[in-house]
């Protein structure tokens, strides 16, 4: 089992730069996949980004390709998500969550195991 706090939201301008962080707690933080989903009011989790176990393969959903880029540190037990030229369509509560079948291309929340309990991103326009 696996814990996940998350940290890093925040009220920035469109355009402007954010930077997610995911704490993993365990000793077995490199045998998960981890993904970076995100809710917005009245709409439902959707997938934003993955990462493979060591960190060599990412998958992004459209919306963020070339925005956002998510990283892993496996010696730290954490992942990021680095958001850039953020638009106000990004406003949602970001979660981080790890998936033990280890694929960096699962996208849909099911596959996901362990959540953490989410942080604000709000981008004003």
């Known amino acids: 089992q696996v814990q996940l706090v998350e940290s890093g939201g925040g009220l920035v301008q469109a355009g402007g730069s954010l930077r997610l962080s995911c704490a993993a707690s365990?000793?077995?933080?490199?045998?998960?996949?981890m993904g970076w989903f995100r809710q917005a009011p009245r709409k439902e989790r959707e997938f934003v980004a993955g990462?493979?176990?060591?960190?060599?393969?990412?998958n992004y959903a459209d919306s963020v390709k070339g925005r956002f880029t998510i990283s892993r540190d496996n010696a730290k037990n954490t992942v990021y998500l680095q958001m850039n030229s953020l638009k106000p369509e990004d406003t949602a509560v970001y979660y981080c969550?790890?998936?033990?079948?280890?694929?960096?291309?699962?996208?849909?929340?099911?596959?996901?195991?362990?959540w953490g309990q989410g942080t604000q991103v709000t981008v004003s326009s």
């Open positions: 990462i493979s176990r060591s960190g060599g393969n990412t």
């Open positions: 365990g000793r077995t933080f490199g045998t998960y996949a």
């Open positions: 969550a790890a998936d033990p079948r280890g694929s960096y291309r699962d996208t849909r929340v099911y596959d996901y195991d362990y």
